[in-house]
Structure formats: C-alpha cells, structure tokens
C-alpha cells in the first residue's frame, strides 16, 4: 500500500506537499484547488514508467501539455518532485530540474518493490467515462494487465473474458453478495448493480470478426426477465457506474483503483452505496483513491465504519481549499468509530446543512 504522496512544485501544488493515503483515502473540495492534479501525479508517473529519463506528459492515460503547463508558474526553484512512501517505509523518489522546454532528470528509483500504481493490478477511472454506447472496443492487451481502460471502455470485454473468476479466489477477504446466484464476477457485479437497479440484469457480448463488444440489460418484472435492452435504452447511471463497481470487485489484496467523480449520474442513494462499496474493497485490503463531490458518498464509507466494516483509522478524508493569496491549503478530518468527524471543515460537505438552515429560517419580515 501507498502509505502517502508527496509533490513539489506541480502544477497548483507550489513547494511541498505532502498527503498521508489510507486504503480508501477521500479528496474533496470546489473546483480548482488541485484534488486532480493530485491523481494526475499519480497518472504521470505511471505513463512515464518504465523510462525515467522522460516524463510523459501526454499519453494514454493524461495530457498535461507542455512542461510549462505541468510546472506551477509561482514556484521559488526549478526542482519538481513525485515520492512515494510505502509499506512498511520504502520511499520512492523522482526529481527532475524545469527548464523552458523540458524536464531533466535528476533522481529516480532503480527499485520499485511491489508498488501496484506500476502493475496490472491498478484500475483508474476518469471523470470523463463512457455512457451507453452500442458497441465499445475490445483489447485483449489491455484487459490480461488489468485495464478497463480509463474511459471504462473495455469493460464488457473485461467481463466477457474474466468474468466467470469466482470472487473468493479474487479477493478472500470481499464479502459474496447472493451466493445463491453465483459467486463469480460477473455475478456479484450484477449483485451490486441491483442495489442501485432492483432486478437488473446484466450481459456482455463480444463480436470477435467486428473486434467490438456490447452491454444489454434486461429488468424482472412479474413474468420473469424482460427482453434485453442495448445500453443506450437504459439511462447513463447503470454505464457510468458499471465500470466502478468491477474495478473494486477484480482486484486482489494489494491492488490499487484510483477513481474520479464516482456519483456521476447516480441518484443519491446510489452514490452512498458506492462509498458503502469502496469501504468493503478497502478493508479487504484494495487502495482506494477517489476524487469526490459527493456527501452521499462520504456517508457510505461513515456508515460502513459505524457498521463495524471497516476500521475507522483505514479511511483518509483531504478537503481541499485555496487562500485569498492562491496558496492551495489541506484539512484533514479524523474519523472516529461512531462515523462521526472530529471537525468539520467550512465548505466540506455542508452545503445541505446550510440550505436546510436557509429553508427553515423565519422569513424577514418588511
């Protein structure tokens, strides 16, 4: 596991910042303030592996431009840096030296030990997924490393392909959800899909001469299973969230899922179990990191802790502000075994507070 990230001089991030990482670590915040410029540190030192000598701005994972849009314009020196601390205390550490056009290297790490943000078993997700499309793509490469692409793209060849692992022999430690119906992949997939969409079910397709792939759903009503719908019949919610779901579900202990705006399309109590989930994944020993600006979601790692799922020191919140001066500013709430916050920083999560307060007020009276 990461036990914690530390950038310097990188894009908003002016001077040192260090961030301490759990197995599921929160970054919440307005707009602006670096929560993906912190996974994009992350995402660029994974493009740039294994050739240290160049950092990869642009690649298949993010396109950060040229040095310049990568280097914070208010830095004090030229030196940029990535390290990262894992169990139990290796550090890995990159330094490179900022010039108009380039980044020289000066430092980086012969010896990457287990570190999964370098192997297959890592999934990111970007903001920016796929909805319902009538066919996606297939690659075969990218699915047998562990790669549901980070638009969700392959993730009907994924479970295609993979979904009949049984999850014990994934992940011992993931609880099985309706045993009954299958312990497979596929079918606990489609046992966390029903708890956002009662009755859903699943089925993905290849088409091997097309090199394509497809997604169908069907929904149970009082005569059984209807026909099968293509994805774009169904709403965005079930396509956005499908491919959230098998990443924290396929990896074993150790891996690694790096996760952008999870409640994108979904209703709010779907969002609180996606939280509910990334809490299981964590305390089965997968590394969570998540961008969000979801309450919902807090709410189900805070209730999945009160449950007694997971332990209270293993989830990491980070909010996110910046000063009048631009200087970006880091708050860290502590969870305690009740889910409750030792603080509650102003502008994290408190919104719906603030209205209802706004709603219940006594009108002015003229």
Known sequence: M????????????????????????????????????????????????????????????????????????????????????????????????????????VEAPNDLGDCALFGPECHYLSADRWGPRRLLPMSRHDITHGNLGKYGEYTAHYLEAFGGRRLPEINAKLPVRNPDEGKDLLHQVQAWLNELSPGTRLEPKIFRELDESTLTFA???????????????????LSYTLPIIVALLSLPPGGLVMLENPEAHLHPRGQTIIGKLMALAAAAGVQVVVETHSDHVLNGIRIAVKAGLLAPELAVFHYFTRTELGAIEIDSPRIDAEGRLDRWPEGFFDEGIKSLAALSSRRARG
Not at 12 to 34: E, I, M, S
Not at 219 to 236: I, P
């Open 219 to 237: 929904f149970r009503g009082e005569l059984g299973y209807s026909r099968s719908y293509r994805a774009t019949n169904v709403g965005f919610g």
């Open 2 to 105: 990461i036990e914690s990230m530390e950038v310097k001089n990188f894009k908003c991030f002016r001077g040192n910042q260090h961030f301490a990482l759990g197995p599921v670590t929160l970054l919440a915040g307005v707009n602006g303030v670096g929560k993906s410029s912190l996974i994009q540190g992350f995402l660029l030192a994974r493009q740039s592996y294994p050739d240290w000598n160049e950092l990869r701005l642009n690649g298949d994972l993010l396109e950060l431009g040229q040095p310049g849009d990568a280097f914070c314009a208010d830095a004090e020196d030229d030196e940029l840096r990535f390290a990262l601390t894992l169990q139990p205390g290796k550090q890995l550490d990159w330094r490179y030296r900022f010039t108009e056009d380039r980044f020289e290297r």
